[in-house]
């Protein structure tokens, strides 16, 4: 297994890393997937079956649920929490995993702090702003804010 440049920190077995990965203490990570050239900040989780693409960045604070897969040259701000069970029943799954749902964040997406992503797919070249709340899936290009986030602007 390779290993990351971890900056005094103990990371389980099931995590698979890439080259050039760097993890600043304290971190949780397991049964993850980590590409080459991510940075993880401290106080971050990433949770099984996650995925993070080669050179994505995840700032500080950061939850990331299991079932989400984000891509390549993404950033993830400070805090952004990320959301696999919508309460479709009225409440918390609590262990029916099959009631969770998926995340798809294309590439070169750039996620504002404390913003919250619920089961959604998000398409290439996306800014989400600040404090955000994604609760449909974004399928155009641009920059996005707000709660329930709407595009306010095109990208270029």
Same mark, same amino acid.
């Given at each position: 297994?390779?290993?990351?440049?971890?900056?005094? *920190?103990?990371?389980?077995?099931?995590? !698979?890393?890439?080259?050039?990965?760097?993890?600043?203490?304290?971190?949780?990570?397991?049964?993850?997937?980590?590409? !080459?050239?991510?940075?993880?900040?401290?106080?971050?989780?990433? +949770?099984?079956?996650?995925?993070? %693409?080669?050179?994505?960045?995840?700032?500080?604070?950061?939850? *990331?649920?299991e079932l989400v897969t984000i891509g390549k040259d993404?950033?993830?701000?400070?805090?952004?929490?990320?959301?696999? !069970?919508?309460f479709s029943e009225g409440g918390p799954a609590r %262990?029916?995993?099959?009631?969770?749902?998926?995340?798809?964040?294309?590439? +070169?997406?750039?996620?504002?702090?404390?913003?919250? *992503?619920?089961?959604?797919q998000i398409c290439d070249d996306v800014v989400i702003?600040? %404090?955000?709340?994604?609760?449909?899936?974004?399928?155009?290009?641009?920059?996005?804010?707000?709660?329930?986030?709407?595009? *306010?602007? !095109?990208?270029?």
């Amino acid at each position: 297994m390779k290993q990351p440049n971890i900056k005094g *920190i103990t990371v389980r077995d099931d995590v !698979d890393f890439g080259e050039n990965v760097t993890i600043v203490e304290p971190v949780n990570l397991y049964g993850c997937k980590i590409h !080459d050239e991510v940075f993880i900040g401290p106080f971050v989780e990433i +949770q099984k079956d996650v995925e993070i %693409g080669n050179r994505t960045r995840v700032q500080s604070h950061t939850f *990331i649920c299991e079932l989400v897969t984000i891509g390549k040259d993404c950033f993830i701000g400070h805090g952004v929490m990320f959301i696999n !069970d919508s309460f479709s029943e009225g409440g918390p799954a609590r %262990g029916k995993k099959s009631l969770w749902k998926s995340t798809k964040i294309g590439n +070169q997406v750039s996620i504002g702090s404390n913003a919250t *992503i619920l089961p959604v797919q998000i398409c290439d070249d996306v800014v989400i702003g600040a %404090g955000a709340v994604v609760t449909k899936s974004i399928t155009k290009p641009g920059i996005y804010a707000g709660n329930p986030a709407v595009k *306010i602007k !095109d990208l270029k």
